[in-house]
């Protein structure tokens, strides 16, 4: 059984924290959506002064929150859906984004939207009229994702 989470807050703080206590402290498989308002998210391996336009971040207002996960430097806002999957430790396939991947893409196929899968970087895409960016992952002692 799946926990379905959708969290109505905007708060870009406390949703990567929603995230990553899931994470964290999760008993069962768990999907979390969002939607954040402006901010850009950095990977936990970027590089702060490389990837962001100071500019541009300072006339907007916008904070810079880093993740636990690691991929490029994104901006969301009220426009994009994000979403998660936590599943508790399987010592066999830790992450496999394939797998988490496979119900999204069927959802999309189902609005009628060509979508699919594209190799990157080890990373699974969604491929099509939509992109949905490149994955991140993370272990923990409890789960995945």
Partial sequence: MVRFIHRTETDPFFNLASEEYLLRSASTDAFMIWINKPCVIIG?????????????????????????????????????????????????????FREFLTPVISFLRNLGLDAGFEEILQFWNVIGIIKVPTNGGENSPLSVY
């Avoid at 702060?48 to 806002?77: C, M, N, Q, W």
Wanted: net charge positive; hydrophobic share 30%; glycine share 8%.
């Fill in 44 to 96: 936990k391996h970027q590089n702060y002064a490389r990837e962001i336009s100071h500019e541009f971040v300072k006339l907007h207002k916008l904070p810079v929150i880093r993740r636990i996960t690691g991929g490029g430097t994104v901006y969301h806002d009220p426009g994009n859906l994000n979403f998660s999957f936590i599943r508790t430790r399987d010592p066999v396939n830790l992450i496999d």
